[in-house]
């Protein structure tokens, strides 16, 4: 639509008399230890030229990865003072809610995938020693999670030794 991550060409023609402005790039930097990175950069400098400089500013930026989707990263739309709202528009609709729903897929698709590889590639006793490893008193234990888990299925046993392969 027009409302979203668009500028009208009828801009050209309102500036056309205005003095060019200067372009600032900023590209390609190390997050600092807490994650202030390009974008919470660009949109610093650009508040920060318009309020503190009285300049006329606008900051062009990207939308994120999808990665703060699925929580796996930070949402590159800051989160304390400066910040681009509505965080949800930036962060998922700016290119479309079909990009959202191909992220979505692919995420889940390489879920399948790893686990269909790791059940390929490995024997049911090393996951068996790996989720309930022997402890220092010979014995094994469930954790809550497990408990909750195996009585979802209508397992009804308390002491992973007593568990059979069926």
Same mark, same amino acid.
């Given at each position: 639509?027009?409302?979203?991550?668009?500028?009208?060409?009828?801009?050209?023609?309102?500036?056309?008399?205005?003095?060019?402005?200067?372009?600032?790039?900023?590209?390609?930097?190390?997050?600092?230890?807490?994650?202030?990175?390009?974008?919470?950069?660009?949109?610093?400098?650009? @508040?920060?030229? +318009? #309020?503190?400089? =009285? !300049?006329?500013?606008?900051?062009?930026?990207?939308?994120?990865?999808?990665?703060?989707?699925?929580?796996?990263?930070?949402?590159?739309?800051?989160?304390?003072?400066?910040?681009?709202?509505?965080?949800?528009?930036?962060?998922?609709?700016?290119?479309?809610?079909?990009?959202?729903?191909?992220?979505?897929?692919?995420?889940?698709?390489?879920?399948?995938?790893?686990?269909?590889?790791?059940?390929?590639? @490995?024997?049911? +006793? #090393?996951?068996? =020693? !790996?989720?309930?490893?022997?402890?220092k008193d010979g014995s094994r234990k469930f954790s809550p999670i497990m408990k909750n888990r195996i009585a979802k299925l209508n397992?009804?046993?308390?002491?992973?030794?007593?568990?059979?392969?069926?």
């Amino acid at each position: 639509g027009p409302h979203k991550a668009k500028i009208s060409l009828d801009v050209l023609s309102r500036l056309k008399d205005s003095q060019n402005g200067n372009y600032v790039l900023v590209t390609g930097i190390t997050p600092t230890p807490l994650g202030e990175g390009k974008s919470t950069t660009a949109i610093g400098l650009a @508040q920060s030229l +318009g #309020a503190h400089l =009285n !300049r006329k500013t606008f900051a062009c930026i990207r939308q994120p990865s999808q990665g703060p989707t699925f929580g796996i990263k930070g949402g590159a739309a800051g989160g304390g003072y400066s910040q681009v709202v509505p965080m949800e528009d930036f962060n998922l609709h700016l290119t479309g809610d079909i990009h959202a729903i191909s992220a979505a897929n692919n995420l889940l698709a390489a879920a399948i995938d790893t686990r269909m590889f790791h059940e390929a590639t @490995q024997r049911d +006793g #090393a996951l068996f =020693n !790996r989720l309930c490893p022997v402890l220092k008193d010979g014995s094994r234990k469930f954790s809550p999670i497990m408990k909750n888990r195996i009585a979802k299925l209508n397992i009804n046993k308390d002491d992973p030794s007593t568990l059979t392969e069926e």
